[in-house]
């Protein structure tokens, strides 16, 4: 029932909207629109978990589909060339989703995954921002962890 109700709020939006873009003569696009088919389905995941408090696991998905209807919005009104700097977003969008599943069921081990994606998609938002290559500091200070657990370890075993 509340899924019909939603389905025939957003028909009446929708029409209500070509109505009175044809009536006063504003050019309707559908790049500005067609987000909204991502967008909404995320907020409402959001939303139910938020007012029943029922299975958290919605908010993988909603965290997923909210973050990227919002990304996919920000493209539509300042241009997809945007997505040049801001496709890290694709995979920060699993770990916002996966990190409000953390904070609902205070599971650790959900942790491991946000930190993962949430700092590759760091190291890659730095990347293309600054335009350097991240990758070559990350590899070289890496092995310099690397030689000193080596030392280290060579110590003990004497």
């Known amino acids: 029932m509340k899924g019909n109700f939603l389905g025939g709020i957003i028909f009446l939006l929708l029409g ?6 044809n009536f006063f003569n504003i050019e309707f696009s559908w790049n500005y629109i067609w987000p909204i088919f991502i967008l909404l389905p995320g907020l409402n995941f959001e939303l139910d978990y938020y007012f029943k408090r029922k299975n958290a696991g919605v908010l993988v998905p909603g965290g997923l589909l909210t973050t990227i209807g919002i990304l996919f919005y920000l493209c539509a009104f300042f241009g997809y060339n945007i997505l040049d700097f801001l496709w890290p977003t694709f995979i920060l969008a699993p770990a916002i989703g996966i990190f409000q599943l953390f ?5 650790r081990s959900l942790i491991v995954p946000v930190f993962i994606l949430g700092g590759l998609s760091l ?3 730095i990347e293309e921002l600054i335009e350097i290559n991240v990758w070559s500091y990350i590899f070289g200070f890496g092995l310099i962890i690397l030689g000193f657990i080596t030392i280290l370890l060579g110590r003990k075993s004497k």
């Open 103 to 107: 904070l609902a069921t205070k599971k």
């Open 123 to 125: 190291i890659f938002y």
């Open 16 to 21: 209500a909207f070509l109505i009175i873009s």
